[in-house]
């Protein structure tokens, strides 16, 4: 048998673990990412760097939000939950200033998924699926 190896993305150049996002703005069929305290650098330095991150040809019909809220028990943990899947642009719309918490981010043919927390009057579990057809580019501000 063959084996073929996908490797792990390893050289990511930026983490965005902990980064709080605090707007996404359309522009046309880009999507940028505003960050409140920016992200972290990967490296020897780890350092705090400001800046937002723009997604290149946005493909907004497979473009979507997850909420999940856990009426009995706190986010995070395993249980019954209620959930929501709505269109990314719908969710912009309708909620322009937010603050979601980046947990975890996961990037794949032509996809970058952010899993973490939304705050608002209550905390709700969140998943943001980005489909894009261009790059992904980090704006840092000098």
């Known amino acids: 048998m063959k084996k073929i190896v996908r490797h792990n993305i390893t050289d990511l150049p930026y983490s965005l673990h902990d980064a709080v996002v605090t707007g996404l703005e359309v522009l046309d069929d880009r999507l940028l990412m505003l960050f409140q305290y920016g992200f972290m650098s990967i490296g020897e330095s780890y350092e705090q760097v400001w800046g937002k991150i723009e997604f290149e040809r946005v493909d907004w019909d497979f473009s979507y939000i997850y909420l999940l809220e856990f009426p009995e028990g706190l986010c995070g943990n395993a249980g019954d939950f209620i959930g929501k899947k709505?269109?990314?642009?719908?969710?912009?719309?309708?909620?322009?200033?937010?603050?979601?918490?980046?947990v975890d981010e996961t990037y794949g043919y032509n996809q970058s998924k952010f899993d973490g927390y939304l705050w608002g009057d209550t905390v709700k579990e969140c998943r943001i699926e980005i489909y894009h057809l261009g790059e992904m580019n980090y704006l840092i501000e000098e």
């Open 86 to 102: 709505m269109g990314l642009l719908e969710f912009i719309n309708q909620c322009p200033n937010i603050k979601f918490e980046i």
